[in-house]
């Protein structure tokens, strides 16, 4: 993604204007159809962050609701703490998509958010953007959908912890992220992960030790390969089968 200092001020803040049509992520981002004058616009709002460490936060719950943000590289989970200190991850997010859409109904953020890996993001600052909305028509329509997106969301990790095996919940999220990443031009079929064993088995409602055991399970039936965090997708389809296509497009 290209970078832009439009005046003096940005370089004083430490923070960089983006080009958004420079972005390999634009097409996923933002709709397809967007006129350059909007396009001017909506970039005139948007803030590229510095990389960030794995480990640190992006928001905690809790904190005042001001922004989303699009995942340029590594990755984020989001995750939700209880009162004695437990967490139960919520999602996964990849590079091309947005962090924070389930607290635009909230004045604060109703999840935590923290870097998987060395992650940068793009931050969008929601007051300027719902101010912009009413003039652009598209992009108002590509929110509403990616608002919908996320309640699909929800009941496909509902319909994972409530009815399949760990096997078939393993596979499910392996042909999950192997959809999203097509759909945003990376391979189907090899990946590296950026959540540990742990942050999967925390969302798939598995212990470790369960997920570990899966893994080792589905790459003796030939299904796929695992080196690390590198993991191999050899049969993509019996991979979807497995899962009872539970994948969610």
């Given at each position: 993604?290209?970078?832009?200092?439009?005046?003096?001020v940005?370089?004083?803040?430490?923070?960089?204007?983006v080009?958004?049509q420079?972005?390999?992520?634009?097409?996923?981002?933002?709709?397809?159809?967007?006129?350059?004058?909007?396009?001017?616009?909506?970039?005139?709002?948007?803030?590229?962050?510095?990389?960030?460490?794995?480990?640190?936060?992006?928001?905690?719950?809790?904190?005042?609701?001001?922004?989303?943000y699009?995942?340029?590289?590594?990755?984020?989970?989001?995750?939700?703490?209880?009162?004695?200190?437990?967490e139960?991850?919520?999602?996964?997010?990849?590079?091309?998509?947005?962090?924070?859409?389930?607290s635009?109904?909230?004045d604060?953020?109703?999840?935590?958010?923290?870097?998987?890996d060395?992650?940068?993001?793009?931050e969008?600052?929601?007051?300027?953007?719902?101010?912009?909305?009413?003039?652009?028509?598209?992009?108002?329509?590509?929110?509403?959908?990616?608002?919908?997106?996320?309640i699909?969301t929800?009941?496909?990790q509902?319909?994972l912890?409530?009815?399949?095996?760990?096997d078939?919940?393993?596979?499910?999220?392996?042909?999950?992220?192997?959809?999203?990443?097509?759909?945003?031009?990376?391979?189907?079929?090899?990946?590296?992960?950026?959540?540990?064993?742990?942050?999967?088995?925390?969302?798939?409602?598995?212990?470790?030790?369960?997920?570990?055991?899966?893994?080792?399970?589905?790459?003796?039936?030939?299904?796929?390969?695992?080196?690390?965090?590198?993991?191999?997708?050899?049969d993509?389809?019996?991979?979807?089968?497995l899962?009872?296509?539970?994948?969610?497009?």
């Amino acid at each position: 993604m290209s970078a832009v200092s439009r005046n003096p001020v940005d370089l004083l803040r430490g923070d960089k204007r983006v080009e958004c049509q420079n972005c390999a992520l634009f097409r996923i981002c933002l709709p397809k159809h967007v006129s350059a004058a909007d396009l001017s616009s909506l970039e005139a709002i948007i803030i590229k962050r510095k990389a960030t460490p794995r480990g640190q936060p992006l928001f905690k719950a809790g904190d005042k609701f001001s922004s989303i943000y699009a995942v340029r590289s590594g990755g984020i989970k989001t995750y939700r703490t209880d009162a004695e200190g437990n967490e139960q991850v919520c999602g996964f997010h990849l590079p091309g998509e947005l962090v924070g859409l389930e607290s635009i109904i909230s004045d604060t953020s109703i999840n935590s958010a923290k870097m998987l890996d060395t992650t940068s993001v793009c931050e969008i600052p929601f007051p300027e953007l719902e101010a912009l909305l009413p003039r652009m028509p598209q992009l108002q329509k590509e929110l509403t959908r990616l608002l919908s997106r996320e309640i699909v969301t929800s009941q496909w990790q509902l319909s994972l912890l409530g009815s399949k095996k760990a096997d078939a919940r393993v596979a499910a999220l392996l042909c999950n992220i192997s959809d999203r990443l097509e759909q945003r031009g990376y391979s189907a079929t090899r990946f590296s992960l950026p959540m540990s064993r742990s942050d999967i088995g925390n969302f798939l409602g598995l212990t470790i030790e369960t997920v570990s055991r899966s893994f080792t399970r589905l790459q003796r039936k030939g299904l796929l390969s695992v080196k690390g965090r590198m993991v191999t997708l050899l049969d993509l389809d019996n991979l979807r089968r497995l899962a009872g296509h539970t994948t969610l497009h």
